[in-house]
Nanobody, 125 residues
Framework: QMQLEESGGGLVQPGVFLTHSCDASEFTVDDFSIGWYRQAPGKEREGVSCIGRTSTYYSDSVKGRFTISRDHAKNLVYLQMNSLKPEDTAVYYC????????????????????WGRGTAVTVSS
């Protein structure tokens, strides 16, 4: 059974960077599309980034500030978040599903094969 676990959340000031990690159990991250979703207080959950075999995706709200990458040796997927803004405050989840990167902006996370419990980020001065 696929399992994912996020880490790296916390309370940070605006403008700093933070990196989330997504740890995959029972499968190799190189072989699957891994996406990041987030849910801000009082808002709908949204897909913000995804990494596939040969492509990446970023939503307009994070493009140019967030970078998604894989660590083959550690079987991790990272989401590096730079220039954090208060509106980035959210619970961040990683998820996987075949072909996710072409659908991450539209498919609800709870319709995917697997997702983690989330890690919370608060951006505040």
């Amino acid at each position: 059974q696929m399992q994912l676990e996020e880490s790296g959340g916390g309370l940070v000031q605006p403008g700093v960077f933070l990196t989330h990690s997504c740890d995959a159990s029972e499968f190799t991250v190189d072989d699957f599309s891994i996406g990041w979703y987030r849910q801000a207080p009082g808002k709908e959950r949204e897909g913000v980034s995804c990494i596939g075999r040969t492509s990446t995706y970023y939503s307009d709200s994070v493009k140019g500030r967030f970078t998604i990458s894989r660590d083959h040796a550690k079987n991790l997927v990272y989401l590096q978040m730079n220039s954090l803004k208060p509106e980035d405050t959210a619970v961040y989840y990683c998820a996987t599903d075949p072909g996710l990167c072409s659908r991450v902006a539209t498919v609800p996370m709870d319709e995917l094969d697997a997702w983690g419990r989330g890690t919370a980020v608060t951006v505040s001065s």
